[in-house]
């Protein structure tokens, strides 16, 4: 059986002499490491590819509860799971976090140094619970969730950032794959936002992007015609794969994939729509800043959706004055409804349409990977690859998601059972 530290060491791809060594000093008479590898941010970064896992202190709950208290910030409500990190997905947003471009970074919410990640799976190691309220989750529990730090091994989270798996169909890479940050995002946007119904056409901009990818599935599952773009070739037969009928190999009349590098391509969209009848599509999901644009392809009363500025770039005032300024006339002239989605705050503020919005998204997923599959760049293997990983995405090379696998998932398992052995707790019976 694998020890505890064992487990980790095993997993690195590259193997750091000092941070062995290191790691080794700080073993427990246990055979438990007090250090871990993580993604710590000392100070934000110009190259992503400079970027390497180091080893910083295996995180405890007290240790949790005291950086919150040293941040003046209150303690979450609710149990507090330590998990140990079996998969872990790269976001946009790490970009953005890592060279400290995100309105998070400048509001002062996330300052260096802290870890970077936001989406993962893994097994709950641990539950802090003194208050012993209604806890879902026990140790062995296979679990997903959006939380900040993950490109690590392990993590403390509030409970209420977790949920169990949707069925035995999906895996723990899977899940890292759809995605805590992703998926329900585009879900939450469709759904509750758009209201997209079944016959209706949407443009789903960067349609291999991370988020694009499971908007096209999603849009699909609820009966919608889907019109993708993409900025690449390559791209464009990965949209093309999610769109054909899995029997006759066709895409559908009224659906296919444009290349939106090359100028005029509102008209190929509005082209599109016409082989079904339709002057235009009824909503658009922008994560790339293509509002203007859009308009020329939306039909009269259609809903823009607006969730990200994929394409902008700078800094600060710069990146403010690179935003589309949107001509109103034309929103008038439309009747086009202009909707902004900011997934995180919704949640915050709406908690009710939020647990509505993930029942209708747990309903979808209960089928396993069936309508929905997870849609998979690349699986690196080990931290040490986070790097390459963001600056695939960077180049935007990469379609789907690219997922980093932390540890092996049985030896996850087995070190949880270690631990619960060495801290005399019960081993779950289903380990
Ligand atoms: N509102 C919210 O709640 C929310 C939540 C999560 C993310 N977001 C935002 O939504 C946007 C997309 O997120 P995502 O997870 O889908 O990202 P992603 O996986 O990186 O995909 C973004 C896609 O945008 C396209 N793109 C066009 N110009 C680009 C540029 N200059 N640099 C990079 N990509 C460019 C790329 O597709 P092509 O190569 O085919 O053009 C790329 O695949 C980001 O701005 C992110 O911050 C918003």
Redesign the pocket.
Known sequence: MAGGSKSFNTNRVVCNAAGDAKRAEMTTPGGTSQMMQAIFLKDHVKRLIDIQPTYISRPTFESYLASLRKKKRPAPSGPLLHVKITHTAI???D??YAHGV?QNNKSGLFVPPFTLGLEFSGIVAAVHNPENEACRFSPGDKVWGGSMGTHAEELITPASDLHHLPSPLWSLHDMAAIGA??FP?SYG?LTTIAGLKAGETILV????????VYAVEIARALGAKVIG????QH?LSVVEGLLRDPQTGHIPKGEGVIN??KDGWEKDVVELCKQTGKDGVDVVYD??GLVQKSIRCTTFNGRIVV???????GTGAEAVEALEKIPVNRVLLKQIKLL??????TSRRLPDETVKMWQGLYQLLSQGPTVIKPVVYKTYKGLDHANEAMEA??R?Q??G?AVIEVCNEDEALQEVMQRSKQAGTAVPARL
């Open positions: 976001n946009h947003v970009l953005l995100h940050g992703t995002v946007a901009h960067a349609a291999a992007g991370g988020l694009g773009t993409v900025g690449s791209k939106y590098s994560t790339v969730v990200g500025f994929a394409a902008r770039t902004g989605y900011r997934y995180g705050e995405l960077h935007r990469v379609f998601k």
